[in-house]
C-alpha cells in the first residue's frame, strides 16, 4: 500500500477527519517547504497533527520533545491505534526496551519519536551523535514556553534545546505552545535560534467553554449546585492546598458523588492510579491541585471549577482549556473573591529575585481583574492574548445574564458618601461594614458616630459588594494599588453626591449556571445508544489497555449516535473513523447501531450529514435584509444610516453578512481594484483578527471593507 503525500489525504486515512482546523493546513505545507515555524494554538486547538501529519508525508524519522514523560505513552499509544509507527524514549522504559525502540531506529522502522529534552541533550551529547546517524527529517518541540524565563512554566532543561539547529542544521523544527505573552514568545525564537520562522497564531477562542465566576461565599453549596448540572459528566476541580483537595474530595464523597483527590502529597503510585481511574472514566471527578493536568489529554472533560483563585491567567487558561476538547459544550466555573488575591501575594513572590516577583505580582493582579469584570469575561482573556475579541460573547456570566438596571442613584449616594466619611482611608470590605451598621469590634469607635453608620442596613453584604463593583466599573470610584486597597473617590463622585447625576446599576442577580448538557446540534442524539456505545468502547480500551477516549472520542460517538450509519461507506463519513480504525472497530460499532435502529424502527440520518455540511450559517435576519433593500435601491451607506436610524458601521456589518452568505455580489460594494489590493493582505496574515491587516494597508482603507473582503473569500471557501 503506497503511503499517501497529499496532507488532506493522510488527514482522513490515519486519523479519520475531513477538514483541517485553524491553520493546520498552512502549517504543514510550511513544515513540508522545511521551514521553521512557531504555532501558538489554545489547548485541544489540535498542535499534534501539524507535527504527526508532516511525520508521515516526510521519508525520515521525527523527534517530538516534550517535557510530559506521563503523556508519551498515551500519544505513542493512539498513534499506534492508528497504524503510525511511533516510539518514545523515558526512564519509565526498562533497559530492554529501550535498546528496543534504538534498534528500531537503527532498522528506520519509526516515523516518530518522542523525548523527553534531557534524553535528548543529556549523557554527553551521545545520544545526539546516535541521531545524527539516522534520517531526521523534522524536529518538533512541544511546550515550547518551558524555555523562557518570561513564562509561567521555566525548565532550565529545556534552555539546552538552543543547539538543535547547529546538531541538525537544515532540519526544520517547529516549535509549539499554548500560552506564550509576547516576550515568551520573542525568547521562544531566540533561544531555540530559529531560522527566518514563520509565526501561526491561531485564536485563542476556545469557543466551546463558557466562563462563569461566582462570588466566593458558601462555595461548596454552589458548587452542589453546579455538579447538579453536570451529573454523570467527567470534570476537574482545582484547590490551592493539597488538604483542600483531600477535603473536598471526602465531602463530595460523602454527598454521593464519585471523585477522588489527586496531589503532590498522595504517594507516587496511588496518585498515578486516580490519574489513570480520571482517564480512563474510572472515576468522573478529580479534586486536585494544580500539580494535575499537565499529563493529561482527556478529550471529555465537561467542566473544570477553580475553588480558589489561580496565580495567572496563563495558568488559569491553560487549566480551563483542559475541559472540551473535544469541541463539545464545557463549563469552566471559578471562585472569586478578594481575599484570595491577599492570600496569595505571598505565595507569588520568587525569593530573591525582585524583577520576577513583580512580574508574578502583576499576573496575579491581572487575574484578580478577571475576577472583578463587569464586561465579557471571554473578551478580556483574548484581549490578555493579545486577541481582538468582540464586546459580548453570548457565552460567559456577563453576557449571559442580560442584567436589568435600575437607578441606585441613592445606593451610590450612600457608598459614596461612606467613603468620603471614612477620609478615603479604608477598603471595600470595611466600608461595607459602616454601611450595614456591623457590631465588630473591628469598627473603630469614632466610626460608629458617623452619619453613613447603618444606612445601608437593608442590603446584604454581598449586595454592597456588587454594587461597589458596579460604582468602581463606572469610574465612581477608584481602587489603589496597594496591597491592601483602598476606595478613593474620583472627579466624577462629587455630582452623584451632590445629587446632579443620576446612577444606573445592575440588578444584582444570581450566576447562572447552564446545563453544559449534551451537544448543541439540531438533531436529537440517542442518548441511549450513546451509552451503548460507550459500553462498547470501554470493552476494547480495557482488552487493549488504553483509554476509552484513545480509541474513539465521545465527539465521534455522538456522531454515531446521531446520524446512525448503516454501513461500511457511511461510517467513513463519521469523524474519527480512520482507515486503521475503521477495519478494526467498525463492524463492532456498526452492529450496535444497526442492532438499535432495527430495535425502534429508526431510520439513518446520514442524509443530515450531508445537508449540514452544505448549510451555510443562517444569518437573513429580516433587519440585514432591509438594510440590503434600501442598497439596492441605490442607496449610500450613509444614507441607508440615517434613514434606518441606525450607524454607519453597524449598516456596514448587516451588508458584510448578506456577502458572507452570498446574498450579495461583493462588487455591489467595491470596486474590483479595491478587492484586488485587499486579498493579498488577508491570504499572507498569519494573526488572527483583522488588526493586521489594516496595519498592512493603505490608511483609508476602513475595516469594515477588509472585513467585507474577508467574508467574501470565506462565502468562497478560501480562508
Ligand atoms: P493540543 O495539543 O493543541 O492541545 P491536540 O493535538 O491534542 O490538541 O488535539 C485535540 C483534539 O482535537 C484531539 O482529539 C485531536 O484528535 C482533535 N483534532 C485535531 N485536529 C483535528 C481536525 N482537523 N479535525 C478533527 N479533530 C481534530
Ligand atoms: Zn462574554
Same mark, same amino acid.
Given at each position: 500500500?503506497?503511503?499517501?503525500?497529499?496532507?488532506?489525504?493522510?488527514?482522513?486515512?490515519?486519523?479519520?477527519?475531513?477538514?483541517?482546523?485553524?491553520?493546520?493546513?498552512?502549517?504543514?505545507?510550511?513544515?513540508?517547504?522545511?521551514?521553521?515555524?512557531?504555532?501558538?494554538?489554545?489547548?485541544?486547538?489540535?498542535?499534534?497533527?501539524?507535527?504527526?501529519?508532516?511525520? %508521515?508525508?516526510?521519508?525520515?524519522?521525527?523527534?517530538?520533545?516534550?517535557?510530559?514523560?506521563? %503523556?508519551?505513552?498515551?500519544?505513542?499509544?493512539?498513534?499506534?491505534?492508528?497504524?503510525?509507527?511511533?516510539?518514545?524514549?523515558?526512564?519509565?522504559?526498562?533497559?530492554?526496551?529501550?535498546?528496543?525502540?534504538?534498534?528500531?531506529?537503527?532498522?528506520?522502522?519509526?516515523?516518530?519519536?518522542?523525548?523527553?529534552?534531557?534524553? %535528548?541533550?543529556?549523557?554527553?551529547?551521545?545520544?545526539?551523535?546516535?541521531?545524527?546517524?539516522?534520517?531526521?527529517?523534522?524536529?518538533?518541540?512541544?511546550?515550547?514556553?518551558?524555555?523562557?524565563?518570561?513564562?509561567?512554566?521555566?525548565?532550565?532543561?529545556?534552555?539546552?534545546?538552543?543547539?538543535?539547529?547547529?546538531?541538525?542544521?537544515?532540519?526544520?523544527?517547529?516549535?509549539?505552545?499554548?500560552?506564550?505573552?509576547?516576550?515568551?514568545?520573542?525568547?521562544?525564537?531566540?533561544?531555540?535560534?530559529?531560522?527566518?520562522?514563520?509565526?501561526?497564531?491561531?485564536?485563542?477562542?476556545?469557543?466551546?467553554?463558557?466562563?462563569?465566576?461566582?462570588?466566593?461565599?458558601?462555595?461548596?453549596?454552589?458548587?452542589?449546585?453546579?455538579?447538579?448540572?453536570?451529573?454523570?459528566?467527567?470534570?476537574?476541580?482545582?484547590?490551592?492546598?493539597?488538604?483542600?483537595?483531600?477535603?473536598?474530595?471526602?465531602?463530595?464523597?460523602?454527598?454521593?458523588?464519585?471523585?477522588?483527590?489527586?496531589?503532590?502529597?498522595?504517594?507516587?503510585?496511588?496518585?498515578?492510579?486516580?490519574?489513570?481511574?480520571?482517564?480512563?472514566?474510572?472515576?468522573?471527578?478529580?479534586?486536585?491541585?494544580?500539580?494535575?493536568?499537565?499529563?493529561?489529554?482527556?478529550?471529555?472533560?465537561?467542566?473544570?471549577?477553580?475553588?480558589?483563585?489561580?496565580?495567572?491567567?496563563?495558568?488559569?487558561?491553560?487549566?480551563?482549556?483542559?475541559?472540551?476538547?473535544?469541541?463539545?459544550?464545557?463549563?469552566?466555573?471559578?471562585?472569586?473573591?478578594?481575599?484570595?488575591?491577599?492570600?496569595?501575594?505571598?505565595?507569588?513572590?520568587?525569593?530573591?529575585?525582585?524583577?520576577?516577583?513583580?512580574?508574578?505580582?502583576?499576573?496575579?493582579?491581572?487575574?484578580?481583574?478577571?475576577?472583578?469584570?463587569?464586561?465579557?469575561?471571554?473578551?478580556?482573556?483574548?484581549?490578555?492574548?493579545?486577541?481582538?475579541?468582540?464586546?459580548?460573547?453570548?457565552?460567559?456570566?456577563?453576557?449571559?445574564?442580560?442584567?436589568?438596571?435600575?437607578?441606585?442613584?441613592?445606593?451610590?449616594?450612600?457608598?459614596?458618601?461612606?467613603?468620603?466619611?471614612?477620609?478615603?482611608?479604608?477598603?471595600?470590605?470595611?466600608?461595607?461594614?459602616?454601611?450595614?451598621?456591623?457590631?465588630?469590634?473591628?469598627?473603630?469607635?469614632?466610626?460608629?458616630?458617623?452619619?453613613?453608620?447603618?444606612?445601608?442596613?437593608?442590603?446584604?453584604?454581598?449586595?454592597?459588594?456588587?454594587?461597589?463593583?458596579?460604582?468602581?466599573?463606572?469610574?465612581?470610584?477608584?481602587?489603589?494599588?496597594?496591597?491592601?486597597?483602598?476606595?478613593?473617590?474620583?472627579?466624577?463622585?462629587?455630582?452623584?453626591?451632590?445629587?446632579?447625576?443620576?446612577?444606573?446599576?445592575?440588578?444584582?442577580?444570581?450566576?447562572?449556571?447552564?446545563?453544559?448538557?449534551?451537544?448543541?446540534?439540531?438533531?436529537?442524539?440517542?442518548?441511549?445508544?450513546?451509552?451503548? %456505545?460507550?459500553?462498547?468502547?470501554?470493552?476494547?480500551?480495557?482488552?487493549?489497555?488504553?483509554?476509552?477516549?484513545?480509541?474513539?472520542?465521545?465527539?465521534?460517538?455522538?456522531?454515531?449516535?446521531?446520524?446512525?450509519?448503516?454501513?461500511?461507506?457511511?461510517?467513513?463519513?463519521?469523524?474519527?473513523?480512520?482507515?486503521?480504525?475503521?477495519?478494526?472497530?467498525?463492524?463492532?460499532?456498526?452492529?450496535?447501531?444497526?442492532?438499535?435502529?432495527?430495535?425502534?424502527?429508526?431510520?439513518?440520518?446520514?442524509?443530515?450529514?450531508?445537508?449540514?455540511?452544505?448549510?451555510?450559517?443562517?444569518?437573513?435576519?429580516?433587519?440585514?435584509?432591509?438594510?440590503?433593500?434600501?442598497?439596492?435601491?441605490?442607496?449610500?451607506?450613509?444614507?441607508?444610516?440615517?434613514?434606518?436610524?441606525?450607524?454607519?458601521?453597524?449598516?456596514?456589518?448587516?451588508?458584510?453578512?448578506?456577502?458572507?452568505?452570498?446574498?450579495?455580489?461583493?462588487?455591489?460594494?467595491?470596486?474590483?481594484?479595491?478587492?484586488?489590493?485587499?486579498?493579498?493582505?488577508?491570504?499572507?496574515?498569519?494573526?488572527?483578527?483583522?488588526?493586521?491587516?489594516?496595519?498592512?494597508?493603505?490608511?483609508?482603507?476602513?475595516?469594515?471593507?477588509?472585513?467585507?473582503?474577508?467574508?467574501?473569500?470565506?462565502?468562497?471557501?478560501?480562508?
Amino acid at each position: 500500500m503506497k503511503a499517501p503525500t497529499d496532507p488532506k489525504d493522510v488527514l482522513k486515512k490515519y486519523f479519520g477527519y475531513t477538514k483541517f482546523r485553524h491553520r493546520q493546513e498552512q502549517i504543514i505545507a510550511h513544515v513540508l517547504d522545511q521551514k521553521d515555524s512557531l504555532v501558538l494554538m489554545p489547548t485541544g486547538g489540535g498542535k499534534s497533527l501539524c507535527y504527526q501529519v508532516p511525520a %508521515l508525508i516526510f521519508d525520515g524519522l521525527t523527534l517530538v520533545v516534550s517535557p510530559l514523560i506521563a %503523556l508519551m505513552k498515551d500519544q505513542v499509544d493512539a498513534l499506534k491505534l492508528n497504524g503510525i509507527k511511533a516510539a518514545y524514549l523515558n526512564s519509565a522504559l526498562s533497559a530492554s526496551q529501550q535498546s528496543e525502540v534504538i534498534n528500531q531506529l537503527k532498522n528506520s522502522e519509526l516515523k516518530l519519536l518522542y523525548l523527553a529534552p534531557e534524553r %535528548l541533550i543529556g549523557s554527553d551529547g551521545e545520544f545526539i551523535k546516535f541521531l545524527q546517524t539516522l534520517k531526521v527529517s523534522m524536529i518538533a518541540i512541544d511546550e515550547a514556553h518551558c524555555i523562557s524565563q518570561w513564562g509561567h512554566d521555566f525548565r532550565p532543561e529545556y534552555t539546552q534545546l538552543s543547539k538543535l539547529k547547529a546538531n541538525f542544521p537544515g532540519t526544520p523544527v517547529i516549535a509549539l505552545t499554548a500560552t506564550a505573552d509576547r516576550l515568551t514568545k520573542e525568547d521562544i525564537l531566540k533561544q531555540l535560534k530559529l531560522d527566518k520562522p514563520a509565526i501561526f497564531l491561531s485564536s485563542f477562542n476556545r469557543e466551546n467553554i463558557h466562563y462563569f465566576v461566582a462570588p466566593k461565599r458558601e462555595s461548596y453549596a454552589q458548587l452542589l449546585d453546579f455538579l447538579k448540572n453536570h451529573e454523570g459528566e467527567s470534570g476537574i476541580i482545582y484547590t490551592l492546598s493539597r488538604a483542600s483537595a483531600e477535603g473536598l474530595a471526602a465531602s463530595l464523597k460523602a454527598d454521593g458523588y464519585d471523585v477522588l483527590p489527586y496531589h503532590a502529597g498522595l504517594e507516587r503510585e496511588l496518585r498515578d492510579k486516580h490519574q489513570d481511574m480520571f482517564i480512563k472514566d474510572e472515576v468522573k471527578i478529580i479534586t486536585a491541585t494544580i500539580a494535575f493536568g499537565m499529563g493529561i489529554d482527556k478529550s471529555n472533560v465537561r467542566f473544570v471549577v477553580h475553588m480558589d483563585l489561580p496565580k495567572n491567567i496563563e495558568g488559569y487558561y491553560q487549566e480551563t482549556g483542559r475541559a472540551g476538547r473535544d469541541g463539545l459544550k464545557s463549563d469552566a466555573l471559578l471562585f472569586y473573591s478578594y481575599a484570595d488575591v491577599m492570600k496569595l501575594q505571598r505565595f507569588v513572590e520568587v525569593e530573591s529575585n525582585e524583577q520576577q516577583s513583580r512580574i508574578m505580582l502583576k499576573k496575579l493582579h491581572e487575574m484578580a481583574e478577571y475576577g472583578d469584570l463587569r464586561t465579557c469575561r471571554r473578551k478580556y482573556l483574548l484581549n490578555y492574548f493579545d486577541e481582538e475579541a468582540d464586546n459580548n460573547c453570548g457565552s460567559c456570566d456577563i453576557c449571559l445574564n442580560d442584567r436589568e438596571r435600575f437607578d441606585g442613584t441613592v445606593i451610590a449616594q450612600k457608598a459614596l458618601s461612606a467613603v468620603a466619611r471614612l477620609e478615603q482611608k479604608f477598603g471595600a470590605g470595611y466600608v461595607i461594614d459602616i454601611l450595614k451598621g456591623s457590631r465588630s469590634e473591628k469598627i473603630r469607635e469614632e466610626h460608629k458616630q458617623l452619619k453613613t453608620y447603618g444606612v445601608g442596613a437593608d442590603l446584604t453584604k454581598t449586595e454592597w459588594s456588587h454594587y461597589i463593583k458596579d460604582l468602581l466599573y463606572l469610574g465612581l470610584l477608584n481602587k489603589t494599588n496597594a496591597q491592601f486597597p483602598v476606595l478613593r473617590l474620583t472627579e466624577k463622585s462629587l455630582p452623584v453626591l451632590k445629587g446632579e447625576e443620576k446612577v444606573m446599576l445592575y440588578k444584582v442577580s444570581e450566576t447562572i449556571y447552564q446545563s453544559s448538557g449534551k451537544p448543541q446540534q439540531e438533531l436529537p442524539m440517542e442518548a441511549s445508544l450513546f451509552d451503548h %456505545l460507550k459500553l462498547l468502547r470501554k470493552r476494547f480500551a480495557v482488552s487493549e489497555n488504553v483509554p476509552p477516549y484513545i480509541i474513539f472520542s465521545d465527539a465521534t460517538l455522538q456522531e454515531l449516535a446521531t446520524y446512525l450509519p448503516q454501513n461500511m461507506e457511511d461510517l467513513k463519513e463519521i469523524s474519527g473513523f480512520g482507515a486503521v480504525k475503521l477495519e478494526k472497530y467498525g463492524e463492532a460499532f456498526l452492529e450496535k447501531v444497526i442492532e438499535y435502529c432495527a430495535s425502534r424502527k429508526l431510520k439513518t440520518q446520514m442524509d443530515q450529514k450531508q445537508r449540514k455540511r452544505k448549510r451555510k450559517s443562517n444569518l437573513n435576519t429580516p433587519t440585514k435584509l432591509e438594510s440590503l433593500r434600501l442598497l439596492r435601491e441605490k442607496n449610500t451607506l450613509e444614507e441607508i444610516a440615517e434613514k434606518r436610524g441606525l450607524s454607519v458601521s453597524t449598516i456596514e456589518s448587516h451588508l458584510n453578512d448578506c456577502v458572507l452568505e452570498g446574498l450579495i455580489d461583493i462588487l455591489e460594494l467595491m470596486p474590483q481594484a479595491l478587492i484586488d489590493e485587499i486579498t493579498p493582505a488577508i491570504m499572507e496574515n498569519t494573526v488572527p483578527g483583522i488588526k493586521p491587516v489594516k496595519e498592512k494597508l493603505r490608511d483609508d482603507i476602513t475595516y469594515g471593507q477588509i472585513r467585507a473582503v474577508y467574508n467574501f473569500l470565506q462565502c468562497k471557501g478560501v480562508v
